[in-house]
Nanobody, 118 residues
Framework: VQLQASGGGTVQTGGSLRLSCAASGGTFSRFDMGWFRQAPGKDREFVAGITWTGNRRYYADSTKGRFTISRDNAENTVYLQMNDLASEDTGVYYC????????????WGQGTQVTVSN
């Protein structure tokens, strides 16, 4: 499955952004989906994940309560609503398709830049 992330940009501290990840070329509804991010000079980290049914969601401690992951299997799209953004949220955000239980993600999008400024 091919993934295309979008929706990044520059926002002030406390602001919001909504990322989208559109899938094509595969059976989107069979995959768990995840969002990851990589800040400059740091390793890529898990941000949020959602099962293929959409009935279970997982969040990193740093994003819990501020970010919401959702999916629309009819539109082959997964979303990441990000609220109360902080400078630590700055980075390139990637969507990925795979299996959350084993944290195995075989398909990755190209990334979208999120910059949170003071």
């Amino acid at each position: 499955v091919q993934l295309q992330a979008s929706g990044g940009g520059t926002v002030q501290t406390g602001g919001s952004l909504r990322l989208s990840c559109a899938a094509s070329g595969g059976t989107f509804s069979r995959f768990d989906m995840g969002w990851f991010r990589q800040a400059p000079g740091k390793d890529r980290e898990f941000v949020a994940g959602i099962t293929w049914t959409g009935n279970r969601r997982y969040y990193a401690d740093s994003t819990k309560g501020r970010f919401t992951i959702s999916r629309d299997n009819a539109e082959n799209t997964v979303y990441l609503q990000m609220n109360d953004l902080a400078s630590e949220d700055t980075g390139v955000y990637y969507c990925a398709a795979g299996v959350i239980a084993t944290m195995s993600f075989g398909s990755w999008g190209q990334g979208t830049q999120v910059t949170v400024s003071n």
